[in-house]
Antibody, heavy 121, light 107 residues
């Protein structure tokens, strides 16, 4: 059974770079997309983007090129970097596996445990 | 972007009640619609995928229907562990988007 374990810094100052990693255990990165989602405190979910094992990426234009998603197949992990953070980027960040049927529909399962990232001076 | 509108935003109900949550997409998303349940302090968990499919392990009191732009999630008989926040999610188009959530509270 696939499990995702997140790691990364939880407290940043404005203008710094957020960096998170999600290690996949119990399965390979191959054949799937892997996603990042965030949730500001007390608010809803925002999709950040996804990457496959070949490095093909789909991302959210709302983050205006501040996002870099990468994959390291040798370590069975994928990562998120978000540059020039501000208080508006304070959120719980989740990683997730993109599961899908053969006909196309896809969903997020399982999810990592979440990492609260707080941006404060 | 495809806008996902859930209703209601909050709902009070009692154990044993039947409840329905709706989700409307601003464009046709066929059946690329998922439902998640989120307990406080936890990551969301998938309840329904591809509009009407229950993953293994999800109780059969959960069901869902819909296609195109209108979708519903039904809980046939509320249990204490069902009081949580529910989100719909479209995976038809990039960027993927979520509904604003429906908080289900105990009456």
């Amino acid at each position: 059974q696939v499990q995702l374990q997140q790691s990364g810094a939880g407290l940043l100052k404005p203008s710094e770079t957020l960096s998170l990693t999600c290690v996949v255990s119990g399965g390979s990165l191959s054949g799937y997309y892997w996603s990042w989602i965030r949730q500001p405190p007390g608010k809803g979910l925002e999709w950040i983007g996804e990457i496959d094992h070949n490095g093909n990426i789909n991302d959210n234009p709302s983050l205006k090129s501040r996002v870099t998603i990468s994959v390291d197949t040798s370590k069975n992990q994928f990562s998120l970097k978000l540059t020039s953070v501000s208080a508006a980027d304070t959120a719980v960040y989740y990683c997730a596996k993109v599961s899908r049927t053969s006909s196309g529909p896809k969903w997020l399962d399982p999810w990592g445990q979440g990492t609260l990232v707080t941006v404060s001076s | 972007d495809i806008q996902m509108t859930q209703s209601p935003s909050s709902l009070s109900a009692s154990v044993g009640d039947r409840v329905t949550i709706t989700c409307r997409a601003s464009q046709n998303i066929i059946a690329y619609l998922n439902w998640y349940q989120q307990q406080p302090g936890e990551a969301p968990k998938v309840l329904i995928y591809a509009a009407s499919n229950l993953p293994s392990g999800v109780p059969s009191r959960f069901s869902a229907t819909g296609s195109g732009t209108d979708f519903t999630l039904t809980i046939s008989s509320l249990q204490p562990e069902d009081f949580a926040t529910y989100y719909c999610h479209q995976s038809h188009s990039t960027p993927q988007t979520f509904g604003q959530g429906t908080k289900l509270e105990i009456k």
